[in-house]
């Protein structure tokens, strides 16, 4: 909001989506913002044929402005230039850049690349602005961006505003949870609340708070070491106990649960809930959720739905149910935890696999803080 340029990522390839019509794909997205697209062409082992694809691309959809493209995984120089000879003679799109093979690239693993939490190769990342500065024609982009029409969209503010200038909400964020969208800890910071940041690995007790918010992240990475700070897992799960609010998506679902087994290991966790996770090779869930409110909770009303998103590769292996555990979440679309259900409420735990967004569910923020100002009136952490 305070830039003068926003970058949008896109997803997969510009015109993949949910259906033979290219439904969510980035190309509607361009669409939908009225914004130019610059493509990145992978140039791995090809060369004229760039040009026949671009030209593809700029008759598929007549709608959308592809605006220049830029050459990624050149090998050599020969490489380059019969790449971009060929799109300036078969195309009107301007080549705004190139990339070269780079090695010693941050390395991927199962949810995407290494978070900065643990890549902070300072390095690399001098060598990466060094290689743009050199390649890619940034004044060109700046000056295509400039082209742009503000989008005029008015930011949904959250329902029933109330100060909540005395209420501390714990927030876990370190190398394992860090799965946050920015506008939700940005909402409950403007209601008034003050975020206590908990590292789960040094940490070995709970601060003074009233609430907690255990976002999504890579749990299973760092399992034994999670596992082995007993002093934090027992008084999250102490709190709980006694009634504390608590909001975990997805890697915050899973250190509630038994035991998360990775790689044939099992790692105990808290043991709030009586699940046991296990991390497969393959994602378990991947997509938009919509769910409808099936069950009365502190943070979404009865009968509502809400939307969100997953993105997980670990599955429940083992849940023993008991009449206090109850899912609050019927699935319309998505996975949770078999397909049909998600969102589990044990005491004031709310715990799922789907992360919301406070834009879509504008309840959430207040209703939580709520929640939490009442605890905070019983007892002070």
């Known amino acids: 909001k305070d830039s003068d340029l926003a970058i949008i990522e896109g997803n997969r390839g510009l015109f993949d989506g949910l259906d033979i019509f290219g439904s969510c794909s980035t190309s509607r997205l361009a669409q939908l913002l009225k914004v130019p697209i610059i493509l990145i062409l992978d140039c791995t082992k090809v060369t004229r044929s760039l040009a026949a694809l671009i030209k593809g691309f700029l008759e598929f959809e007549k709608d959308i402005e592809i605006k220049g493209v830029i050459l990624n995984k050149i090998a050599r120089p020969r490489h380059e230039n019969i790449i971009r000879g060929s799109i300036e003679y078969y195309t009107d799109v301007k080549v705004l850049g190139v990339i070269p093979k780079l090695r010693n690239l941050p390395q991927e693993r199962h949810l995407g690349l290494i978070t900065s939490f643990e890549y902070n190769e300072n390095s690399f990342l001098d060598q990466l602005q060094k290689i743009i500065k050199e390649n890619v024609e940034v004044e060109k982009i700046l000056e295509i961006s400039k082209k742009v029409f503000p989008v005029e969209i008015e930011v949904p503010q959250p329902e029933n505003i109330i100060e909540f200038k005395d209420v501390k909400i714990g927030v876990f964020k370190d190398e394992a949870f860090q799965f946050y969208y920015p506008e939700n800890l940005e909402t409950l910071t403007n209601l008034g609340a003050k975020l206590i940041f908990i590292n789960a690995f040094k940490d070995r007790n709970l601060p003074e708070v009233s609430a907690l918010y255990l976002g999504g992240g890579f749990p299973e990475v760092k399992a034994e070491e999670l596992s082995e700070n007993k002093e934090l897992l027992?008084?999250?799960?102490?709190?709980?106990?006694?009634?504390?609010?608590?909001?975990?998506?997805?890697?915050?679902?899973?250190?509630?649960?038994?035991?998360?087994?990775?790689?044939?290991?099992?790692?105990?966790?808290?043991?709030?809930?009586?699940?046991?996770?296990?991390?497969?090779?393959?994602?378990?869930?991947?997509?938009?959720?919509?769910?409808?409110?099936?069950?009365?909770?502190?943070?979404?009303?009865?009968?509502?739905?809400?939307?969100?998103?997953?993105?997980?590769?670990?599955?429940?292996?083992?849940?023993?149910?008991?009449?206090?555990?109850?899912?609050?979440?019927?699935?319309?679309?998505?996975?949770g935890f078999d397909g049909k259900l998600d969102g589990i409420l044990y005491k004031n735990l709310l715990a799922t696999y789907t992360h919301i967004h406070i834009f879509s569910v504008k309840c959430w923020a207040t209703n939580f803080l709520k929640k939490a100002k009442e605890f905070k009136e019983q007892k002070l952490y």
């Open 234 to 335: 027992k008084a999250v799960k102490d709190a709980i106990m006694e009634g504390m609010p608590v909001y975990a998506e997805c890697g915050g679902l899973m250190y509630l649960g038994e035991e998360i087994i990775w790689k044939e290991k099992r790692y105990p966790m808290s043991k709030v809930l009586p699940i046991k996770f296990m991390v497969e090779k393959f994602p378990q869930g991947h997509g938009y959720v919509i769910a409808k409110i099936k069950e009365k909770n502190p943070y979404f009303e009865l009968g509502t739905s809400i939307k969100g998103h997953e993105f997980h590769y670990s599955k429940p292996l083992e849940i023993k149910f008991n009449e206090d555990i109850k899912f609050v979440f019927e699935l319309e679309k998505g996975t």
